[in-house]
């Protein structure tokens, strides 16, 4: 699997959109990006994911550049409840027993300041 | 409608005891999954079940033991607890076709003195 780099820390004032980046630029054409978070003291969070197009849900916005060599993941209008470590992953898509294994690696940890 | 419930929330044990923690989601999810969180590293999958049935190692299996009970439960035994798993469990589920956790527990803290 491909291997990511984040940001170890970011600020974001509260109600501006959060842009957390993330690098890869060894992924290969079928490996998703996964974004999860953890907020202190719970269990992690399944964000969103997406192969080549930009993807959005109720949560965020992901934005992969077009050689997919990064992403971004929008938080449109950050709250103080969106402070938590945020993980990028990069995985191929299901392909039989054993790919089951998702990375976590030590992720980008946001503050969002009042 | 819990999602995923596990128990206990904390426990202490002694090394060399042996303990079980348990799993259970409401969502009739198929694909559910054991990690272990240590301080200033990211969480690392233990094992795995794709589904009721099945079983699969997964990063880190070593002195663990897992059980798909049924499509709701999925159990994780330490047989002989060692201070190297103190550490915060995971449990999480996914529905099929997608083979990553989505829906996770708030994590079981186990201290192994």
């Known amino acids: 699997d491909a291997k990511t780099t984040q940001p170890p820390s970011m600020d974001c004032a509260e109600g501006r959109a959060a842009n957390l980046p993330c690098n890869h630029s060894t992924i290969s054409g079928n490996e998703y990006v996964y974004w999860y978070r953890q907020i202190h003291s719970q269990g992690p969070q399944y964000i969103i994911h997406?192969?080549?197009n930009n993807e959005t849900n109720e949560m965020a916005s992901l934005i992969i550049t077009e050689d997919r060599k990064s992403s971004t993941l929008i938080l449109p209008h950050a709250t103080l409840r969106d402070t938590a470590v945020y993980y990028c992953?990069?995985?191929?898509?299901?392909?039989?027993?054993?790919?089951?294994?998702?990375?976590f690696g030590k992720g980008t940890k946001l503050s969002v300041i009042p | 409608n819990a999602g995923v419930t596990q128990t206990p929330k904390f426990q202490v044990l002694k090394t060399g005891q042996s303990m079980t923690l348990q799993c259970a989601q409401d969502?009739?999810?198929?694909?559910m999954y054991w990690y272990r969180q240590d301080p200033g590293m990211g969480l690392r999958l233990i094992y795995y079940s794709a589904s009721e049935g099945t079983t699969d190692k997964g990063e880190v299996p070593n002195g663990y033991n897992v059980s798909r009970l049924n499509k709701r439960e999925f159990s994780l035994r330490l047989e002989s607890a060692a201070p190297s798993q103190t550490s915060v469990y995971f449990c999480?589920?996914?529905?099929?076709?997608?083979?990553?956790?989505?829906?996770f527990g708030n994590g079981t803290r186990l201290t192994v003195t």
């Open positions: 999480a589920s996914s529905e099929m076709g997608q083979a990553f956790p989505v829906h």
């Open positions: 997406g192969l080549k």
């Open positions: 969502m009739n999810h198929n694909s």
């Open positions: 992953i990069v995985r191929e898509a299901y392909s039989g027993a054993g790919s089951y294994q998702l990375t």
